[in-house]
């Protein structure tokens, strides 16, 4: 697997652990989009001229960064693009003990590739984006990679527009048919300078249920 960066920080935005808390960050490079709004578009690509690096590597390199801690958030990039190593590297962070949240793209099935015994553990997570019409990377969205969705995983719709906002409420609609048990959440896309205020007042009108997922992580000076 190619490795972008491996730190210690805190959680910005919502997930399993909660906005905040302490964590060490497994950056992956490679992804197989290109969103418009892209605020890491150093691990785009996945030919960078690093090496390939082995689970017990990565192990090794966040014992070095933070012993004690015991919360991941495997990132990218798009991490599933990793495929079979990722499965492994996941399960063997379950295995030690570590609490592990998957950031993904949308544009993967989650648990339909992990082991029968891991897809349900109770210290994985994954977040979800859904990506709007803004991106530029809509058509790579497909329902089915999100049927496998527990009530521990949230979707995520980064709000670019007025039109971006009104697909984040019908592919809601469609996820609540579907019966999948996930807690949503909308955040404000900045880099579009989008306001955020503008964002709650379409939330407060319409009672949308989703949280306002706002990115902690960069208002405060020396974090990652």
């Given amino acids: 697997m190619k490795l972008n960066d491996v730190f210690l920080s805190i959680n910005g935005e919502i997930n399993l652990f909660h906005q905040g808390s302490l964590c060490i960050f497994v950056r992956f490079q490679g992804c197989n989009m290109r969103c418009k709004w892209c605020d890491t578009p150093q691990a785009q690509e996945i030919d960078n001229g690093t ?26 990039g798009e991490p599933l693009i990793h495929g079979k190593p990722m499965i492994d590297y996941i399960e063997s962070l379950l295995k030690r003990g570590y609490c592990v949240s998957v950031e993904t793209n949308g544009s993967f099935p989650t648990r339909d590739w992990l082991h029968p015994e891991i897809r349900n553990h109770p210290n994985l997570s994954f977040v979800v984006d859904w990506k709007l019409p803004d991106s530029g990377m809509s058509q790579n969205m497909e329902i089915a990679n999100f049927r496998t969705l527990t009530r521990k995983d949230f979707v995520k719709f980064v709000i670019s527009s007025r039109k971006d906002y009104d697909e984040a409420v019908r592919q809601m609609g469609m996820m609540a048919l579907m019966q999948i048990p996930v807690t949503f959440a909308m955040s404000a896309n900045t880099q579009a300078i989008m306001p955020r205020w503008e964002l709650l007042e379409w939330m407060f009108a319409d009672q949308i249920p989703a949280v306002f997922n706002f990115q902690l992580h960069k208002y405060l000076d020396g974090l990652k």
């Fill in 51 to 76: 090496e390939d690096v082995s689970i017990g590597q990565i192990i090794e390199k966040m014992n070095e960064v933070a012993p004690r801690c015991r919360k991941v958030t495997i990132t990218g």
